[in-house]
């Protein structure tokens, strides 16, 4: 057996630590470029906190999925400015443009030098500027992962810049942050998280370590993601949200993903859909047909096996099987209102070139099993 896991160099996580940002900011330098989201006002508190510490802050805003041109200014901005470190606060659009832009200020040049799959793929030679990632909302993870998944307009496709120096120095994880996220938005998020706890855990590079993070931040999602959607309040729901965001950070940057996560790019890129939401509209119909191509031509994987303890971690049935976990997550889509993904325009008409572009994507690689056109295509027209 032989494996690695990175991530961040310190994870600060509780109720409150959004006060640690100050000091740890203060240990790079003087100079900050703060990537905020659409309401720089937002992010007030820590502007606060760092100014208490003499850091100059420039604020960045990040309004919507970060795009190539994006972090390209933002990337300029952080180079006039001369900062010593970025702090990222918000949601993962924001971590991962922040991510960016600390990487590209370093390595200079732009983004499609760098970026896998559309772009030249070039390595990222020179270490990112320090980053200080601050999640808002529990899903992404990106406060501990090792790349930035940017939308390239021209190729109407999302892709990543990847880097073992993106990842963060520090990643402060307060669940307090949380309690305002909308319903819609806590629903979503959630539901990326899960995918990113279902996934790793059934890849085909899964490790001991990236396991157990994904048992334990499924139980946390099955026993409390509704009751942060019922009751954005429930302190204790945003706690186990916000650990299980983490943990599905910690995991898949460190064992990958699969064929939800290979569609999720495609799609957000071409039809502008919440990746949470495409995720968990893909989410059963992938386990349905990765366990059915295992049973078919790998029985022996081990993966196999996994599907049924998703289901009891779930369900908290000892008997259940991987049918169950399918059916349970169906259920919780549809108490959630996750529209299918007709709902953001996708038709049968596009399933092929979806299918070209998840073919190639870094994502499914790590699925636990190669997938044919047809098997994807069959995945695609029933999440539809």
């Known amino acids: 057996m032989r494996f690695e ?37 937002r992010a007030q508190p820590l502007l606060d906190r760092l100014a208490a510490r003499g850091i100059e ?24 400015a001369g900062v010593d470190v970025v702090v990222a606060i918000g949601g993962g659009s924001v971590l991962d443009a922040a991510k960016a832009i600390a990487a590209l200020a ?23 500027l320090p980053v200080i990632a601050i999640p808002t909302t529990a899903g992404t993870g990106s406060e501990v992962t090792r790349n930035a998944v940017l939308l390239s307009p021209q190729h109407a496709v999302k892709a990543s810049l990847r880097s073992p120096t993106m990842l963060p120095r520090v990643a402060i994880v307060d669940p307090l942050l949380t309690v305002s996220v909308p319903r819609a938005v806590t629903a979503s998020t959630g539901l990326d998280a899960l995918t990113q706890l ?19 931040g499924i139980g946390r999602v099955a026993r409390s993601l509704r009751r942060a959607c019922a009751d954005g309040s429930d302190v204790a729901a945003r706690e186990d949200m916000a650990l299980a965001s983490l943990f599905g950070g910690l995991a898949l940057a460190n064992a990958g993903l699969g064929v939800a996560h290979g569609f999720a790019g495609p799609i957000g890129g071409a039809f502008g859909a919440p990746h949470g939401a495409v995720c968990a509209a893909l989410l059963p119909h992938v386990m349905t ?38 059916r349970w997550i169906s259920e919780l889509i549809r108490d959630l209102d996750v529209p299918p993904l007709r709902a953001f325009g996708v038709t049968p008409d ?16 790590a699925n636990p099993i190669a997938l044919t056109r047809d098997e994807l295509a069959a995945i695609l027209t029933a999440a539809l």
């Open 57 to 80: 802050a420039t604020t960045f805003s990040v309004s919507g999925e970060p795009t190539t041109d994006l972090v390209a200014e933002g990337a300029r901005l952080a180079t006039q």
């Open 198 to 216: 279902i996934e790793p855990l059934t890849s085909a590079r899964a490790n001991p370590m990236t396991d157990a993070l994904c048992l334990e």
């Open 350 to 365: 596009h399933v092929q070139d979806l299918v070209d572009k998840t073919a190639v994507a870094s994502s499914t690689k």
């Open 289 to 326: 047909a990765n366990r059915a191509a295992l049973a078919a031509r790998q029985p022996d994987s081990p993966a196999l096996r996994r599907y049924d303890e998703i289901a009891r971690r779930l369900t908290g049935s000892d008997s259940a099987l991987a049918a169950d976990g399918v």
């Open 106 to 128: 370093t390595n200079g040049g732009e983004p499609l030098d760098y970026l896998e799959v559309v772009g030249a793929g070039r390595t990222l030679s020179v270490p990112a």
């Open 5 to 41: 896991f990175a991530t961040a160099q310190r994870i600060l996580f509780g109720p409150g630590t959004l006060d640690e940002a100050g000091p740890a900011a203060a240990a790079f330098g003087r100079r900050a470029l703060v990537a905020t989201g659409a309401d720089p006002a």
